[in-house]
């Protein structure tokens, strides 16, 4: 938009080298511009940058949720709300350690699951020799498109005591679990199942943001388990949709030279289709990323953060500190900080994923043996 | 150069108007912290309309409250309308950011503290004519810092629900409803058969809360200034009922595979359970098959206990017309009018004097109201929702847990907000 604006001035400054702009075929260019891009400078203000701007205001002071936080009597208190949430040593502080701990094992399945199965699925319905490939795009794209509230409550139908998925267990013979009622995490459950019910004495005495480190890695739990599968399911089928598109923009040259130097299936998946996908990689990734960092629908109408606590995520904490506690400030603390870890990630991902050259290792191994000097 | 700075100054233009324009867009919105105080004495008076907002049950409550209010409008000549409304916290946070909240509106116990510590609530309690009618533990329940803040509105306790057929069924009488915690825990013993628990009862404070008032325990004290989640009493509740929990005469609704209490209770997944009124409604609906009968909880160690839970008529400070909104919520809260909501759905008079009709009326469910003369309230400070919430996480773990090192988490936790 700028330089479109840019370039116009410029021309219409050339024919008048006084510098004046009332005169010429191009004046008032300038100001056209702005008018045209005003809507969208209004647009993205009112509701993006003004809301933003307040809000992070809003973690600095102490309003208390009555009258406009501009209002005189609001005072700036620094980092208060920051601290308390960081540092304060009490419930604030537990809770949201709990809500990072829950979250960042949410993130740690959930990302790498979606990503691997929606791939492993746009690969399965662009070959060629497969029938009604419409169908089973269709068919796995559903999920995405229907309203995650009601997921939600199909995932707690078939995830209930006397539902469905624990009916296929015991049919094969397994017990069935309390799915959304078990606070248990489960690298816990696998550890007690060798007989470890304690952690050393480092792990349970030392704590990170009030929780710890032994509770850190509890993993997460039965319930949180289940909300994991229901991510997957319902966001696979959009991440399919854009490895999809990748795929078909592979030219199948590459693929077909592959085949021609003897490359096996497999071997063609990863050293040739694979690093072609990396720019769509890096998209979902990154999507993935922020989704599962500010996961709120599925709590808010499925578990409310129980069992135990241990579905909160903060963007769920976020909301309850500040509707239903009225600690604004506290609420609006941990959305930025959220959001500084949603950077942080993508950034962090950004550098994983960055073009290098082919290491020496990699290049050796193209080389016929016996040439490696 | 020139050329440069016109450039800059058409961007710095169009940037203040656009400002400017976003400026008195918003305006309106977060205009005034208010024009009335918030303490006791005098109230705004205008023509405006009321708005009245509540957090409905359903249809039923719906209707019953928009006729009421209707009935009011027109004998008054104030105009005023009903909002139900689908998340009453966050729509009535919304209204107190933008200075524009509904003008009487459903308060929740552990929602007041909160509101009043900002300043959003109108303490009108003592302004009403018919104060000295409410149970005086409501008006306790409803004071912050000594200001008596709203009417109560409806109430109810906790009481024991016993399903009349598995009763008769393990051979039990009317001689055998318990009186004490042996009694209890016998009962359910020879109640407990197959996928049938004895009593199966929501795992979190609002339930256990029970036990902890019949053995002389509380979480905050009395006058609401003094933490003492960890006293012996609370203990050697959490230790009864983590027993029972133990030899599976007692269980949790949600280790059955119920929501909660009423449902495990309907599906006869426990013959007895721990509620307040509103699992009449419930059963009436679901499970109209089941038969049952309520009784009082049995005494503990130091006698009878039970919680109660109610909800006020919270009017807003910065309501333009407190006089009409007073005049409603006393017209609301009149024992007439109280025993219609009643008759209407369910709950059960906050005003004593409704009380005798009440129980004529309503002969099965006295012991709701008896519990009234015992009950106790849930705590009410800033920031104890958290506190009980974390409580209740607890909980869940209470059948391996240890109940000392519960209840001292909670002192410290409780510590940290009642000072």
Redesign the interface.
Known sequence: MTSTV?TA?KRA?APSPG?S?SRGIHRGE??AG?LFV?PV??IL??FLL?PVLMALWVSFSDW??????????VKFIGLDNYAQITTGG???E??FGTALRNNAWYVVLVVPLQTALSLFLAVLVSRRILRARGFFRTAFYFPSVTSSVAITVLWLFLF???GPVNGIIQGLGGTGH?WF?D?RGIIHVALGKVGIANGPDWMVHNTFLGISWWEWWAGPSVAMCALILLAVFTTSGTFMLLFIAALQNIGYELTEAGLMDGANGWQRFWRITLPQLRPTLFTVITLGLIGCWQVFDQIYTGTK?????TTVTPAYLSYTS?????DWGMGAAIAFILFVIIIAFTIFQRWALRDRPVSKRRIRAYQPKGVRS | M??HT??TL??AG??V???A??LT??GSG?????TSSSGAGDLTSSKKALTVMIGSSGDAETKAVQDAVAAWSKESGTKASVVAATDL??QL?QG??A?TPPDVFYLSTD?IA??A????LKAYGDMLKNKDDFYPSLVKNFTVDGKFYCAPKDFSTLQLIINTDLWTKAGLTDADIPTTWDQLASVAKKLTTGTTKGLVFGGEYARIGAFMAQAGGRLVSADGKKAEANSDANVEALTYVQQHLKDGTFAYA?????GWGGEAFGKQLGAMTIEGNWITGGLQSDFPNVKYKVAELPAGPKGKGTLQFTNCWGMA??SPNQKAALDLIEYLTTAKQQLAFSKAFGPMPSVQSAADTWKSDNSALVPFLTGADYAQGVPTT??S???V??FN??L??LKTGDPKAILESVQS?LE?IVK
């Open positions: 840019d001035g400054s510098g702009r300038g100001a702005w005003l400078i209004l203000g009112i003004i208390s949720g009555r009258g406009s936080p501009l209002a005189p009597g009490g419930l604030q537990r809770d209930s005591f006397a309390n009622n606070p953060g129980g069992p135990a606590k500040a509707f239903q506690n009225q | 020139k050329r016109a450039r058409l961007a169009g940037t108007t656009a400002a324009l976003l867009g918003c977060f205009s005034g912290g208010g916290a966050q946070s107190f950011a200075s929602q909160g509101y510590s900002n300043g959003s949600k280790d059955v595979g119920a400070a910065d800033k920031g929702a958290d506190v919430t974390d996480s607890q869940e773990g936790n940290a």
